[in-house]
């Protein structure tokens, strides 16, 4: 496998009144399985149906309904920790966490409290070129979301919407490796890049696919360095979680206020509460949801309706086999091989889409060209409009078919151009347009040689000065390709004017 080296960034350092500070941070990330149905129900997951019309007698809770596991939400969990070059746990089990909450018919949710079915991996975030931070990744469990209370309905009643309840949550628990905001951006965006790749979930944090409870704490210079050769988390800060944050720009703002929030408290000689925080984002600010000392008791127990969860080897070794070329590594083949820059090939990898795209343009061109132009000129375009790649009017074989007429010669990198906004426009064969329309480059000589003849012909003082100052020579060549309308090679312009000017 290729693989790029990378340098670790510092850590954030916040100027505080009477000493500098650092950041500690480490998320939460509940990711929604791409599936289909929930994970103990054969509801459907669909977003945005009719409220209550997605529940089944398990997510209501009817008595006497046993839960039946989804065996390809199971799947899609193993196919996450393979990706986070995570260990899977052959055996796991389901455990009740049990609260009250009227989104919750069953008093209780089921999770994987003691044994989670993917335990440590790792993330490489990257924050900029041959810049990244290695992210350790403690557990991933599989758990129920809950439904959904609606206030804003009526003035004096609360409703209930059950549509979400029991859809399979796979709960992605970092280590506190994450020393800055903009790192914690990153990260969910590294984290939403590979979940999508894998296709195991969909990413989508406006729908709250994929959202994260933030925690949060500051320490003093050093402080950190001790507590990663001791793994003893008393070298840490007291921590607040601020929870459910569906919004990368907010996860900053929420970090930033945060981190200033506890070096207030501390800096004047207070201590850190631990508590549930929410982000307010009209007012930017956090703000206290419960403390520690009213934090709940969730009596956990191993849930009594579920066997334990037993899988092979042999199943988790198929399903490594099916997994497909992640970010990392393509982008490290991107540079290594292709000789791209790692800023290009960032840009290519962003998602399997753009990847795939590029790669069929790039089979058996210049990787370099192909790179340009897919850059440059497509998704520039694609931007322009707001549209992703997969809404290209330009298939990959019809810009491919431009950049092959530019390597035979046969268009100019400016006509090239031209000819692009026609197929990108009108659709269509790049090398038939070019053909009908008398696109193509003139490289024969002869008639190049016509065209400067008449130039010089029609221009004889200007040939005089030409003559005391060869710089002047620019001039017919100007000319020579306006006459041709820009299609004139420009490489045998040059010469037969110098030529003939002598
Ligand atoms: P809980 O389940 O009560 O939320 P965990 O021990 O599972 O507690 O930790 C939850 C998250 O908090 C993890 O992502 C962990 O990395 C992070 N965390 C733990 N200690 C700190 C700290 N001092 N500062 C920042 N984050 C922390
Ligand atoms: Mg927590």
Redesign the pocket.
Known sequence: MLDLTYETPKPKVIAGAKQDWEL?????VHAQVASNAKLFSGASTAFGAEPNSNVSFVDAAMPGMLPVINEFCIEQAVRTGLGLNAEINLTSAFDRKNYFYPDLPQGYQISQLYHPIVGEGEILVDMGPGIARKVRI?RIHLEQDAGKSIHDMDPAMSFVDLNRTGVALMEI????DIRGPEEAAAYVGKLRQILRYLGTCDGNMQNGNLRA?V???ICSPGAYERYQETQD?SH????C?IKNMNSMRFIQAAIEYEARRQIGIVEAGGTVDQETRLYDPDKGETRSMRSKEEAHDYRYFPCPDLLPLEIEQAWVDDIKASLPELPDAKKARFVLDLGMTEYDASVLTADAESAAFFEEVAQGRDGKLAANWVINELFGRLKKEDHLITESPMSAAQLGGIIDLISTGDISGKIAKDVFEIVYTEGGEPAEIVEARGMKQVTDTGAIEAAVDKIIAENPAQVEKAKQNPKLAGWFVGQVMKATGGKANPKAVNEIVSKKLG
Not at 173 to 176: E, I, M, T
Not at 236 to 239: D, I, K, P, Q, S
Request: aromatic share 4%; charged share 30%; net charge negative.
């Open positions: 500690v941070i480490g998320l939460e403690e628990v970092s280590r506190p409870d925690n949060v704490s988390f840490l800060g007291t921590r979680e």
